[in-house]
């Protein structure tokens, strides 16, 4: 159980263009998810946090209107980057949580965003 | 967000040595987690410990929850090349979750 998508897995576009990633949680209802972004070597980076049905909250220095996320069900949210820029290449790492103590966070397999 | 300290930053061991890294806070946590990152993929949730001082197995990996709450141990024995990854510890507070830096593993055959 727990398992988490997400798709795209790579995406390569042009400058300029939006790019939408999905995160599904497969066999639970996630009240909360997590978007991270992750350069070559290095750790997690929290981008911002959303719970269904209402405004995710972003980390310091993440824009909001350039990472556009939506939570809209209990198993789905997206995370849209608008206006792709060569600096937004990277690998994006959605992961859920179910409600609760005991419920722990499950990540997907990742996006890879290559911006040309 | 904040990050917790967690070392060390990297390992290079002789296949069938046993393995240790830990994770330190300056703040208690609830959970202690550890995953297990391969190149190109998401963390894999390893290991789960809720209450402080419990100590659990999966297969040859080995976590204790600290006494204090501020910190957690992962142990690998008999290490295999397929152990090869990044190693992440995170301390959850209800639903914040605070990661550790990670610990890059190689294993010599």
């Known amino acids: 159980g727990a398992v988490v998508s997400q798709h795209p897995s790579r995406v390569i576009c042009k400058s300029g263009t939006s790019v939408k990633i999905e995160c599904r949680s497969l066999?639970?209802?996630?009240?909360?998810m997590f978007w991270y972004r992750q350069f070559p070597k290095q750790s997690l980076m929290l981008m911002a946090t959303?719970?269904?049905?209402?405004?995710?909250?972003?980390e310091q220095g993440v824009e909001k209107d350039k990472f556009l996320i939506n939570h809209a069900s209990l198993t789905l949210s997206t995370l849209t980057v608008t206006s792709a820029h060569p600096e937004d290449s990277s690998f994006y790492i959605c992961?859920?949580?179910?409600?609760?103590?005991?419920?722990?966070?499950?990540f997907g397999p990742g996006t890879r965003l290559l911006v040309l | 967000g904040q990050q917790l300290n967690q070392s060390p930053q990297s390992m290079f061991i002789q296949e069938g040595e046993d393995v240790s890294m830990n994770c330190t806070s300056s703040?208690?946590?609830?959970?202690w987690l550890w995953y297990k990152q391969e190149p190109g993929e998401g963390p894999v949730l390893l290991i789960a410990?809720?209450?402080?001082?419990e100590l659990t197995s999966n297969g040859r990996l080995t976590a204790q929850f600290g006494i204090t709450r501020k910190d957690s141990f992962l142990n690998i024995s008999a290490s295999i090349p397929s152990d090869v990854g990044i190693y992440f510890c995170?301390?959850?507070?209800?639903?914040?979750?605070?990661f550790g830096t990670g610990t890059s593993l190689t294993v010599i055959p």
């Open positions: 992961s859920a949580a179910g409600s609760g103590l005991q419920e722990t966070q499950y």
């Open positions: 066999d639970f209802q996630a009240t909360t």
């Open positions: 959303s719970n269904e049905g209402s405004k995710a909250t972003y």
């Open positions: 703040s208690i946590f609830n959970t």
């Open positions: 410990l809720y209450k402080a001082g």
């Open positions: 995170a301390g959850q507070l209800w639903n914040q979750f605070y």
